[in-house]
């Protein structure tokens, strides 16, 4: 848990506003739940290791025999299905909205890993289309491509994964598989074998399953491939049809961000039900950057059966970390304000409120320097805070009516009639 300086909330700041504007585009609206849930909204919902993972809150301020428990909300998904349920019939399906909030998750901290850290996620629940899903790779190609950075969108299936837990002898096992997978990347083929067969599958099953997580070739060669291997699981040919109609789906949309079927992902969240997706970046080494999926459920935990969605959260502490080691953040970020006015005495500040004002009103930021002191010290602060216009009107200009501005980068000065706001705006960029 972490402390943010001017710089970072800038830099955070240029993230979601990013996240949201795409977001906004594709019709999603804003909605926030608390950050404590019952505990009972929140256990069985992320697997055993996840149920770990809680936070718990010892004492929320009634009497211990009346207080129910609760905890810190783990992510955004399961709140937002308890907000549906709740509000069902105040809201119009299907329902698209956004979330931006943290989470808090009792992790061991390290690079690319906090114990509270922000979500910003999107989901539509009420639709079992496609489209939807389609949608949510649209986002992740738009917002990446404005944020710069190169990424990859790994796309599987969760009703294949238990298709691969019914051919291979193992149906009460999908979970264990699915958790076990989901390690590929970190821990290796053989890890992952290892930790099968701790959770009880055979050498044959575990053989069954090797060839699927090690499949090479286009995405058409492993989905063809794929339907000879899971000929005995209807599901998981439900499966195979659903990864075929987005892919194509997605080929018809004119996405640009490279998907790649990975019939090694699982996502260990045990709510996932169809579509599971994971991005992550191509030039920076670090875990995912954003991850979701279908879930059909989920809802009906709550009392509302039927009701599918599906959503994708954006990580965007990882964002940041990606970011700020590629240094791809825009230069302008440092700075929160366009113009300081050095104060150079009483009666100068006194007609520089006016200007300044009027500034305001345009939507300049600007500064006055609150205390008369010396020159130096003035643009010391300018040069602190990357501010990049800076003002020495003294009694001179202010005798003639005029403003003088010095661009700091370029040293180019240039003096204004103070009721010039055109002039000035210009000169300032804005």
Known sequence: MRDFSQQEMAERNYIFDTIKSVFRTFGYAQIETPSMESLSTL?????????????????????????????????????FARFVVMHQNEISFPFKRFQIQ?????????????????????????????????????????????????????INNRKVLTGLAEICGAPDKVVDITVAIDKLDKI?????????????????????????????????????KMRSIMSGSETGLRGLDELEELFG????????????????????????????????????????????????????IFGLPDMSGVGISFGADRICDVLKGLEKFPAGLRSTTDLLFANMGEAEVKYLLPVASALRAKGVAV?????????????????RKAIPFFSITGADEAAAGTVQIKNLASGEQRVFAKDDLDGILCFLGK
């Open 43 to 79: 256990l069985g919902k992320y697997g055993d290791e996840g149920d770990k993972l809680l936070f718990r809150v010892q004492n929320s301020g009634e009497k211990a025999a009346q207080a129910p428990e609760k905890g810190l909300r783990y992510d955004l998904t399961v709140p």
């Open 102 to 154: 943290p989470v808090w998750r009792a992790d061991r901290p390290q690079k690319g890993r906090y114990r509270e850290f922000y979500q910003c996620d999107v989901d539509v629940i009420g639709s079992k289309s496609q489209l939807n899903e389609l949608e949510l790779v649209q986002i992740v190609d738009k917002v990446f491509s404005l944020l710069d950075i190169r990424v990859v969108l790994k």
């Open 249 to 300: 789906f997605i080929s018809e949309a004119g996405v640009t961000v490279p998907a790649e079927l990975d019939l090694s992902l699982a996502r260990g969240l045990n709510y996932y039900t169809g579509a599971i997706f994971e991005v992550k970046a191509l030039d920076w080494e670090i875990g995912s950057i954003c991850g979701g999926g279908r879930y059909d459920n989920l809802t009906g």
């Open 188 to 224: 290796g083929l053989d890890a992952v074998k290892d930790e099968m067969r701790e959770k009880g599958l055979t050498d044959s099953a575990i053989a069954v399953l090797e060839p699927v997580l090690t499949l090479s070739g286009s995405t058409e060669e492993k989905l063809a």
């Open 367 to 383: 500064e006055i320097y609150p205390d008369s002191t010396k020159l130096k010290k003035q643009f010391d602060f300018a040069d």
